[in-house]
């Protein structure tokens, strides 16, 4: 049976000790989908909306969330990140959010991707309220890993 890692054996939460472990390159990828009604994606293609550049903002708030993912998720460990990158495709019902991370570290990055992904996805939220309220987030997910110990991880298409 596969056993929680971030529980002692009296079941409260605990940070790993990832002293004794070997510094890996740790890649990670995650993607969110916003679902946004006809008008308001024409609204952010034309670059409409009163809050500003709703693509770029939210691609900066998703690299900067990605660097800070340690600082929000408590029993995550700070990594080097060397790289994030954060992608938004308007799509015919939303917008996509991918968001790629990289570090050479002793532990995996997924987190940091997650976060990244879902705080642009949310800063795309906070852009467009005020025309869509009903906006969702939906679909935040992890869909690729590599690095460490449990090697790869590709989510089926």
Known sequence: ???LSHVDREGKARMVDIGAKAVTRREAAASAFIKLGPQTLRLVRANKIAK???LNTARLAGIQAAKRAHEL???AHPIPLENVAVELEVMKT???VRCRVAAAAKTGAEMEALTGAALA???VYDMVKAVERGAEVVRLRLD???GGKS???RRRA
């Open 151 to 153: 090697g790869v991880f």
């Open 1 to 3: 049976m596969a056993k």
């Open 73 to 75: 998720i408590p029993l």
């Open 94 to 96: 939303g917008i996509k």
């Open 144 to 146: 690729f890993k590599s």
């Open 52 to 54: 500003g550049d709703v």
């Open 121 to 123: 996805a949310l800063t």
